[in-house]
């Protein structure tokens, strides 16, 4: 195969940045009523995967790079996202909590009230989160993490003559009963969206 220069990208190749994100999506059903989407953004998403690599030494190496003596230890998969909307529901997803209904007084309304929980338990993980965009030419991509949990911090920036943006992560995490199933997959359709 000729070096070709310059290296022209194919258009079904490059992927768009701009994009959605959904909870619960059903690669199988896109009309899935248990997919919630996550809500407008702005400064869009980071989909990251971190594997730490041990390498196997031994007296007389040339290095800790020796073909076939390297193994993956650790896995941190995350889905960085900045909100652009953010109701209390939202903000129980990115960092679980309780929302209580408040009966208000003679001055004040009745309002919901939310409150961070201490530790984690089973309903705060959430099936899967996914970062969904295109390409030039249309076919949809999805990057999906699974076991999704709000476990980052929340920033939220206050700003004069703007919208407050908030930055969270939510994190993958391995299911006990598939600890060699790494939780994260990319999904490529083929043919256009219908619509």
């Not at 220069?5 to 896109?30: C, M, S, T, Y």
């Not at 889905?79 to 007084?105: K, Y």
């Not at 030419?137 to 993490?145: E, N, S």
């Amino acid at each position: 195969m000729p070096l070709k220069r310059p290296a022209v990208p194919k258009p079904e190749n490059v992927q768009l940045g701009e994009g959605i994100l959904v909870f619960n999506f059903n690669p199988d059903n896109w009309d899935d009523p248990e997919s919630i989407p996550f809500g407008a953004t702005r400064g869009g998403g980071q989909y990251n995967v971190e594997p730490t690599n041990h390498s196997i030494r031994f007296d007389g190496d040339r290095g800790e790079h020796t073909k076939g003596l390297k193994r993956r230890t650790e896995w941190n998969i995350t889905i960085t996202a900045t909100a652009l909307e953010l109701d209390l529901e939202q903000l129980a997803r990115i960092m679980p909590g309780t929302i209580e209904n408040v009966t208000g007084g003679t001055s004040v309304p009745d309002y919901k009230k939310y409150r961070p929980k201490i530790d984690f338990d089973d309903n705060d993980y959430i099936k899967n989160l996914a970062y969904i965009t295109e390409t030039a030419t249309g076919q949809v991509v999805a990057y999906v993490i699974e076991n999704v949990l709000g476990d980052g911090a929340l920033t939220a920036a206050f700003a004069d003559k703007d919208e407050v943006v908030a930055e969270t992560t939510f994190t993958a995490h391995f299911d006990p009963e598939k600890m060699d199933e790494v939780p994260t997959y990319v999904v490529h359709y083929d043919a256009l969206p219908e619509v």
